[in-house]
């Protein structure tokens, strides 16, 4: 499934994996998230409600590009720089295209909003 990530004015888009956690996203749609900087390689915020770990393995190792979700902190996450594997991580899909790039470029706190 295609949904659409919108900061700032600017719209990228990502390609959802078929899974549990990945339905009860799509199920909060639209939704505005505030994400912040984490560590350089990330955009972190906090999502109203936990998604499903049904069938998800322990953690992940996620790639730039990668959507993700980081269960401990009920974080919807977007991965601009390379993260290691770290229990609690479940990629939900990808983002198209250079979306990595331009949101390593966006510096600070950022409003994202989430649609089909």
Do not use: C, W
Not at 11 to 21: E, G, K, N, P
Not at 49 to 76: C, H, I, R
């Amino acid at each position: 499934m295609r949904i659409q990530i919108s900061i700032g004015g600017k719209q990228f888009q990502a390609t959802l994996d078929d899974s549990a956690a990945t339905r009860d996203l799509v199920a909060q749609l639209p939704l505005t998230v505030e994400m912040s900087d984490h560590g350089g390689v990330e955009k972190t915020g906090r999502l109203p409600s936990p998604l499903s770990l049904d069938g998800q393995p322990a953690g992940a190792d996620p790639d730039v590009g990668d959507v993700g979700y980081y269960a401990p902190g009920n974080d919807l996450v977007l991965y601009y720089g390379d993260q290691s594997y770290y229990d609690g991580i479940v990629v939900l899909g990808r983002m198209h295209d250079d979306a990595a790039e331009r949101i390593a470029n966006m510096d600070g706190s950022v409003t994202v909003q989430l649609q089909r």
